[in-house]
């Protein structure tokens, strides 16, 4: 099992990446494109990653109590498993972050 799932890229950090199930609705910018569909893409991405992310956490949760009950044996994929969980939740909180900070750096600039 790869260790970069469909929503982190771990080998190329330095590629562009746009997950796949947005990237039909994410056309080009074009010249008469208007805000509301980059607003709405950027919105469709962020609901794409914040559902990846919960389903990940889910495996994980599901995963761990498996374990725990002695259902599965595989300590090394639990505790992937529960990795990447972390560390996808740690980058939706980040990109959270960043985006309200974004936002509160256009709400004080003066006009």
Not at 13 to 30: C, N
Request: charged share 20%; net charge negative; aromatic share 6%.
């Amino acid at each position: 099992m790869p260790i970069d799932g469909p929503l982190l890229p771990l080998l190329a950090p330095h590629a562009r990446y746009q997950v796949p199930e947005v990237r039909e609705q994410v056309a080009p910018a074009e010249a008469g494109a208007s805000a509301e569909t980059g607003a709405s893409a950027f919105e469709a991405l962020v609901k794409n990653l914040a559902a990846g992310a919960n389903q990940q956490i889910n495996q994980a949760q599901a995963d761990g109590e498996a374990f725990a009950a002695g259902q599965r044996d595989d300590i090394h994929g639990t505790m992937l498993s529960l990795s990447k969980a972390d560390i996808e939740l740690r980058v939706l909180g980040n990109v959270r972050n960043r985006v309200i900070d974004a936002f509160y750096e256009i709400w004080r600039m003066q006009i």
